[in-house]
């Protein structure tokens, strides 16, 4: 589709399901950049972040979060808890309907779209990515290993209005997972009308949220790369309004370049370089940033002498926390600890509820001559330490390599490599140490521990037992100090040495306001967004 016959078709939407639009800031038209192509729309199969800002916009998902990281409500006008925990129903708001580029228009949406969008998530055919994340829901493994139907599934729709989802066990954080994109709903009959293409082009998808998808345009030979989403009139209502007419999302690496060839002043983009906000870019732009992201030293799990639990605080006490604080980049955060202030626990930071506390660890160089003499086949000053040329804090490699030769006389060099070659090295495992930068896609402290736990290639019975009981925590308040105990034993045992808490930041318009974003699944809202 051109872009005169879209700009045309967003004319005749202003006639669909027409609502009144007096609110200060309402119709703005909002210029944004994704760095790739979205590589697949179908919310229970999408992981990257480009797909899943597209689906955040045109999928009603029942929560949302604000841009602190509040939970706030979408599709889902009210909902209750049971008071043991298990049970929580949903009831959705008036007039939501299904939008799509092909014209099938108004079909309404109902409790029985959530219903199949989570029965499409545990059935084994399907081959979602999200089973592990929605677990908790009553007989999901069952359903999911075929033990049980899938009409056994703990998610029922009681009416067109009304949803009900069962647990196995309580989880406190449960509804920040109604957040996230996988959660969004499904309409069956539209799905199986794609013939197995749902998400994959502009005529195959339909959508339930702030905006339809008028336009997907994409050639990796050519420049005019752009989607272009409208909104949904009959989808902006009292209470949920969606303040801007229209969004465009430019395909572009380079959004300097992008901009000046289509004339155009991106209204919100994400960086990850403080270097960028040059003082030309301050006078346009508010910075705000999210620190989301752990960088931490990891040790080989399958190098003997590391399983050690004393080896490896011995090589964590020979380097110097004072260096480390001196390579860090304005891009990074020295920490100690591994959960970043991203994180929250009853919508307040983890970290502000337990802060920043710098740790020693005790070693001893006799310890790790012992260990040499143990292993006299090893040759320890062959030793590599594996390096992403995308780290933030480069500088922290050769600050380490330098300790190790200081005080262990151990002589280890590292290895920059390309993101790509890099996660090849550590899946052959042509290692014995790393840097590497954690993130979990989704805000919840628990799984965060566990992608640091993963990471490290260790296993321990104890910590798995602790991450089991966090996730069946009924009261936030017990979850917190269980989240606490759980960080401080991974790091007690020297599974993992905190490096830097990495940050990302979110440049907008100074007269924008009320774009929110979301520093795990890396998306941006634009329902809520205003021009001053």
């Known amino acids: 589709m051109s872009r005169a016959v879209y700009l045309i078709s967003a004319l005749a939407m202003l006639f669909f399901c027409a609502c009144s639009d007096k609110d200060e800031g309402a119709d703005g038209e909002f210029y944004a950049v994704i760095s790739r192509n979205p590589e697949n729309l179908d919310p229970q199969m999408a992981m990257d972040s480009q797909s899943m800002t597209v689906i955040r916009n045109t999928y009603a998902l029942l929560m949302d979060t604000d841009g602190d990281g509040r939970l706030i409500n979408g599709s889902a006008e009210s ?125 195959d998808c339909y959508s339930c949220g702030a905006f339809y998808l008028s336009d997907w345009n994409y ?26 007419s229209l969004i465009n999302l430019e395909i572009t690496s380079d959004r300097q370049a992008q901009e000046k060839k289509s004339n155009f002043k ?58 480390l604080k001196e390579a860090l980049s304005e891009d990074s955060v020295y920490s100690d600890n591994i959960i970043p202030p991203s994180i929250t626990v009853s919508n307040k930071s983890f970290r502000e509820l337990f802060p920043l506390t710098e740790r020693t660890f005790s070693g001893s160089k006799s310890l790790w001559k012992n260990m040499l003499a143990e292993y006299p086949s090893i040759d320890f000053n062959s030793s590599t330490l594996l390096v992403s040329d995308e780290l933030n804090s480069q500088p922290l490699s050769y600050a ?8 262990l006389d151990l002589y280890c060099q590292a290895v920059f490599m390309n993101e790509s070659d890099y996660r090849k090295a550590l899946s052959a495992e042509e290692h014995i140490l790393s840097i590497d930068t954690v993130d979990c896609g989704v805000n919840l402290s628990e799984a965060f521990l566990e992608a640091v736990y993963e990471r490290s290639g260790y296993e321990d019975s104890e910590f798995e037992a602790m991450l089991s009981q966090i996730r069946q925590c009924p009261d936030l308040n017990t979850k917190k100090d269980m989240v606490s105990k759980a960080e401080n034993y991974l790091i007690d045992n020297a599974y993992v040495l905190p490096l830097s808490f990495e940050k990302k930041y979110l440049l907008t318009l100074k007269d924008t306001r009320d774009i929110y974003y979301d520093p795990y699944t890396e998306t941006m809202l634009f329902k809520y967004a205003k021009k001053d």
């Open 79 to 203: 909902y209750s808890v049971s008071s043991d925990g298990l049970v929580y129903t949903f009831k959705l708001r008036d007039g939501l309907c299904w939008f799509g580029y092909d014209g099938r228009n108004g079909v309404p949406l109902t409790a029985y779209d959530y219903e199949y969008a989570f029965q499409r998530i545990f059935d084994p055919d399907t081959h979602s990515p999200y089973t592990e994340l929605f677990s908790a829901i009553k007989n999901s493994r069952a359903v999911y290993g075929k033990v049980k139907s899938i009409s056994e599934l703990g998610v029922k729709a009681a009416d067109e209005k009304t949803l009900v989802i069962e647990l196995e066990s309580p989880d406190c954080d449960f509804l920040k997972l109604l957040s996230h994109t996988a959660s969004a709903p499904c309409n069956k009959e539209l799905f199986l009308s794609t013939q197995g293409r749902y998400g994959l082009s502009a005529a």
């Open 266 to 323: 991106t209204d919100a983009y994400i960086s990850d370089s403080f270097a960028h906000y040059d003082k030309e870019t301050a006078k346009d732009y508010e910075i705000k940033e999210y620190v989301n992201e752990s960088s931490c030293l990891f040790l080989s799990a399958d190098f003997e002498p590391f399983s050690d639990k004393n080896v490896r605080k011995a090589l964590y006490s020979s380097i110097g926390r004072e260096t």
């Open 219 to 244: 050639d990796p030979y050519w420049n005019d790369n752009h989607i272009t989403l409208e909104r949904i009139n009959c989808n902006s209502t009292e209470g949920y309004k969606t303040y801007p």
């Open 400 to 407: 380490i390599t330098a300790d190790f030769q200081k005080e």
